[in-house]
T-cell receptor, first 113, second 111 residues
Framework: EPEVTQTPSHQVTQMGQEVILRCVPISNHLYFYWYRQILGQKVEFLVSFYNNEISEKSEIFDDQFSVERPDGSNFTLKIRSTKLEDSAMYFC???????????FGPGTRLTVL | TQLLEQSPQFLSIQEGENLTVYCNSSSVFSSLQWYRQEPGEGPVLLVTVVTGGEVKKLKRLTFQFGDARKDSSLHITAAQPGDTGLYLCAGEPSGTYKYIFGTGTRLKVLA
């Protein structure tokens, strides 16, 4: 069964460093998403992406964040200058279309020291 | 602000008992999903409901979407220790491209 994959599973970085989290969505899906979950808190929406454009973003998704689909398979989330409060699990999701169910990857645990 | 409130937050029951988890909001959703999440892993889809009043069954799990598409429930019959986990509801507000997640219900089924 096709699934969303994410790399790395765990990323440790120093405050102020840039990080890139990678995702490979399900191959025939056209809509891509990033969510985050701070430890002990609920899953929060960051951004949705379709046709090489951001469709919607939350207040969390400020200028420090960017997304890109650099090729036909990868979908990346970049955090330019990480802060301590960026420490969280980051989940990528994809869906076939905007009304279809979103399927989630296993997540990347980001730890900012 | 769109919110999804889940209740109860924690539930500890004996094997064989029945339980119901609720997901409520004042917002209307185009669809509502139920996920199960294990520690350190991503949410795994259980079911999607899209029509007001819709009922779906997945073995011992029964999911219902409210008539007004503002709320949902998950009922587990004869709970088993393997049902232990975190259950999340997630709604897609009408006209958006995102999911709003509930706060989660942590279920523990004791043998």
């Amino acid at each position: 069964e096709p699934e969303v994959t994410q790399t790395p599973s765990h990323q440790v970085t120093q405050m102020g460093q840039e990080v890139i989290l990678r995702c490979v969505p399900i191959s025939n899906h056209l809509y891509f998403y990033w969510y985050r979950q701070i430890l002990g808190q609920k899953v929060e929406f960051l951004v949705s992406f379709y046709n090489n454009e951001i469709s919607e973003k939350s207040e969390i998704f400020d200028d420090q964040f960017s997304v890109e689909r650099p090729d036909g398979s990868n979908f990346t989330l970049k955090i330019r200058s990480t802060k301590l409060e960026d420490s969280a699990m980051y989940f990528c999701a994809s869906s076939r279309d905007s009304r279809d169910t979103q399927y989630f990857g296993p997540g990347t645990r980001l730890t900012v020291l | 602000t769109q919110l999804l409130e889940q209740s109860p937050q924690f539930l500890s029951i004996q094997e064989g008992e029945n339980l119901t988890v609720y997901c409520n909001s004042s917002s209307v959703f185009s669809s509502l999903q139920w996920y199960r999440q294990e520690p350190g892993e991503g949410p795994v889809l259980l079911v999607t409901v899209v029509t007001g009043g819709e009922v779906k069954k997945l073995k011992r799990l029964t999911f219902q979407f409210g008539d007004a598409r503002k709320d949902s429930s998950l009922h587990i019959t004869a709970a088993q220790p393997g049902d232990t986990g975190l259950y999340l509801c997630a709604g897609e507000p009408s006209g958006t491209y995102k999911y709003i997640f509930g706060t989660g219900t942590r279920l523990k089924v004791l043998a």
